[in-house]
């Protein structure tokens, strides 16, 4: 177990030994050979004016470090070595999409040809492996018709199962009107959007940075948290009530806000202290319950997550690893052994991912 999870004093299970659920890890990353490539030389070139991407991909593009270099093979492998990492901890299927910060953050001409390049290698990849991965599409929000029209490509013509938002584009968040071919895209295909974690925007990073915070130690949780709460807040979900938002790392702390999000923006509204900020038709905790789904992706405390599945309820809740990054095996086994009877023990593992991803384990 890792040095930064928490203990777990029990008898640890075999991994392949017989169990009434298969497993689906819903949050696991790859990153084209291509795009790969391309991050090394704006590293080089100093030539993305973000710090985020400076720190995040200049570490573990360039710094050489054995972990560093373990995740970056590891996300271009689409093949022998991944699902050899499977087998290991017992993992039957992945559910994968593009690496943060995705093609976020390059030029428009540039994301539009990438995101496709991406989606193109993970249809092939899921065609060869059918029962082993599943893929999310990558859209550039760069141009937000053209990644409306991607979305329905890689749904509709490649055959995968969501779409991958790896938070702010630039700066910039999706609750902006602009933006909202996306979620029509998203809700009209009945297939969900992974809004995945970034460093934070430049506008925020300098504090995180100072403390070496940025990252996913602190940092993401806070950006993604942020981005989603503005697209609660905005509105978007009484305008796409359909749609279906999937956060990793239970919830970027979220569910655990709910309460004092529904007091502070009850009397926020009521008050009028911000001219923009509308009622909306529900509280902050019911699109919490109803729209979000959350997923376990680097954190395996069975604390945590029981309080998620509480609050949220069973069918919210969904088994994750956050392969490479934290490829932890005997994470594997924590959450075997959560304190679940056997019908919620295969919602979480499995069936719960089926009916969001509208895949078949």
């Known amino acids: 177990m890792s040095a930064d999870t928490p203990h777990i004093d029990r008898p640890e299970p075999r991994l392949h030994e017989p169990r009434g659920y298969k497993r689906v890890a819903t949050e696991e990353a790859f990153l084209p050979n291509e795009l790969y490539e391309l991050y090394v030389r704006l590293i080089e070139r100093g030539s993305v004016p973000d710090p985020g991407f400076q720190s995040l991909i200049g570490y573990y593009l360039m710094s050489g470090s054995e972990r560093a270099r373990n995740v970056s093979e590891r996300l271009r492998d689409l093949g022998e070595r991944r699902l050899a990492d499977m087998d290991a901890a017992g993992i039957d299927m992945q559910i994968l999409g593009l690496t943060s910060p995705g093609v976020q953050v390059l030029p428009k001409a540039d994301a539009i040809s990438l995101a496709s390049l991406a989606n193109d290698q993970l249809s092939e990849a899921v065609r060869k492996y059918p029962t082993r991965f599943v893929g999310l599409a990558a859209i550039a929000p760069q141009d937000p018709e053209r990644a409306a029209q991607e979305i329905e490509r890689g749904v ?118 911000y001219d923009f900020m509308k009622p909306l038709q529900k509280p902050i905790s019911a699109y919490l319950r109803e729209n979000i789904f959350v997923t376990t992706s680097g954190m395996a405390w069975q604390p945590a997550i029981s309080f998620c599945q509480a609050t949220l309820g069973m069918d919210h809740v969904l088994y994750a690893m956050d392969y490479p990054y934290q490829y932890v095996p005997d994470e594997v086994r924590a959450q075997d052994e959560l304190p679940l009877g056997a019908a919620d023990k295969r919602k979480f593992f499995q069936s719960n991912a089926e009916h969001v991803f509208g895949i078949r384990a």
Do not use: C
């Not at 630039?170 to 809700?187: M, N, R, T, V």
């Not at 295909?189 to 506008?203: A, D, E, G, I």
């Open 156 to 273: 509709r013509k490649l055959g995968l199962r969501g779409v991958i938002v790896n938070s702010h584009t630039q700066g910039e968040y999706l609750d902006a009107p602009k933006y909202a071919p996306i979620f029509a895209a998203a809700e009209a295909l009945n297939v969900p959007l992974y809004l995945h974690p970034n460093t934070p925007s430049p506008q925020m990073i300098q504090p995180f940075l100072e403390a070496g915070l940025d990252g996913a130690i602190y940092g993401f949780g806070v950006e993604t948290g942020l981005h989603a709460l503005r697209i609660i807040t905005s509105g978007v979900l009484d305008r796409y009530p359909r749609l279906k938002l999937v956060l990793g790392h239970l919830g970027e702390a979220l569910p655990f806000w709910m309460y004092r999000l529904d007091y502070m923006h009850r009397g926020t509204v009521t008050s009028r202290r």
